[in-house]
């Protein structure tokens, strides 16, 4: 049979190898399995049947036990397990981290070389329209390979038509999942309302888009080869958990390219580019031409930071924003990985922003508080009539807002019966009811 053919020259790499074959019960699982059990001798392959019950649908008990059954009748060991994912969010996603998870820790378990999956044609064409829905780059294009890792597609080039015929001439029984007829699921509406309307323009749209996507992929390498190239001129070092870029060579590259470097580097700090988008990317620039101590808090626990003349990435546990606390007058705090101090001086002149702010010492007592910005934050601006949300500040400043709570805001405290007074958006405007009297002592706030 062709598609015997094909998946035996596909394998023929990898003969003598174990193999943890993914299996849910459907057609395609189904059909890798045979497939794979009608080459094992001849190739000396080592099968394990693994499934992984989701438990997110009624059913799905009786489908772990089909497979089960199906590894027993040939005569296969399987490994099975219950992911018990909790509903509400974007429950498909992390269904499949949850799973590709357990396929690594039974892959290690058993030995084995590789995890199969039973990935086929149309499954790469319903990823590529879900990335171009959501937004994509080069990397979204090229979909995904036959060999990612220890993940092995072997079905890949394989329309689901063909899948299905196999299936039928060898009379092979599957379960059916009735929520891929659901197109409140994304990848459902995509398969059955959106390739379905594009099939009549272009009968062949799977096999032409399988095609192009090939090539966006071989252009994908060539396009990651020359960002590498690139990455290494604009490193000042490089480690395990961070790396430091020079912002004057970042910022005469083309955006396009300088792009392609920021997606290289979070790639080879995080392993892969999964979670960051190009609103990140965007920050990233964005971060070049603020002052220094600037930064940005980026997926996966990566932040990016402009220290003078180089940016600085590093990876770690997602960080907690910083919590209140106060600061003496004269003396310094920390805000999380920043200090904020104050000196009184005789004379001093006023700044309107920045990281430095010249304040009336009477005006600002002794003792001040630091915290987070919180809604209904409000104050009367230097340099601007009335008064303005803190919120709508950091807005027009273009400051993302899950960096927001790393922006210290400094109150003076309210005494009996009285409010707290916002004294100064660090790094951006100080309260013009505090700009200091002429002849009276100043305090100096500086952020570091």
Known sequence: MQ???????????????????????????????DLLNE??????????????DHGLRRGSAKDARFVEALAHGLGLPSAS??????????????????????????????????????HQADDQVETLFLHLARGTGMQGLSGMKTLSGTVLRPLLGTPR???????????????????NRNVKHARNRIRHQVIRSLRKINPQLVETVSQSMRVFSNEYEVARMLAARELAQVTVSAGGDGRKLK???????????R?????????????????????????????????TGSRAHLPRGVTAARQYDELVLRIGPPAAP?????????????????TISAKTVARARPEASGRTAVLDAVALGDELVIRPPRAGDRFKPVGMRGSKLVSDLLTDAKV?????????????????????????????????????????????????
């Open 322 to 338: 910083p919590k209140r606390t106060t600061l003496a007058v004269p003396g310094e705090a920390d805000f999380g990985d920043r």
């Open 81 to 118: 397990t219950r992911l018990d994912l909790n509903p509400g969010g974007n429950v498909e996603a992390r269904a499949r981290e949850a799973r590709y998870r357990w396929l690594e820790t039974i892959r290690k378990r058993r030995k084995a070389d590789y995890v199969v999956t039973a």
């Open 39 to 52: 080459l094992r001798h001849e190739l000396e392959l080592d099968l394990v049947v693994a499934h992984a």
């Open 259 to 291: 792009h392609l470097v920021w997606r290289e580097a979070l790639r080879q700090l995080a392993g892969d580019l999964r979670g960051f988008a190009l609103r990140h990317l965007e920050q990233l620039d964005d971060l070049l031409h603020r002052q």
């Open 161 to 179: 038509a063909q899948v299905a015929r196999y299936a039928r001439r060898r009379k092979l029984k599957f379960r059916r999942d009735p929520t």
């Open 400 to 448: 993302p807002r899950d960096e927001r709570p790393w922006v210290p805001v400094v109150l003076k405290p309210g005494g009996r019966g009285k409010r707290q007074q916002v004294v100064w958006v660090a790094g951006y405007r100080a309260d013009r009811r505090f700009v200091p009297r002429r002849g009276g002592k100043r305090v100096v706030l500086r952020l570091v």
């Open 247 to 257: 912002r004057a060579k970042l910022m005469k590259m083309d955006r396009g390219v």
């Open 3 to 33: 598609l015997l053919d094909e998946v035996r020259d596909i394998l023929q790499p990898y003969r003598d190898r174990k193999l943890i074959v993914a299996v849910s019960g459907g057609v395609d699982s189904v059909v890798l399995l």
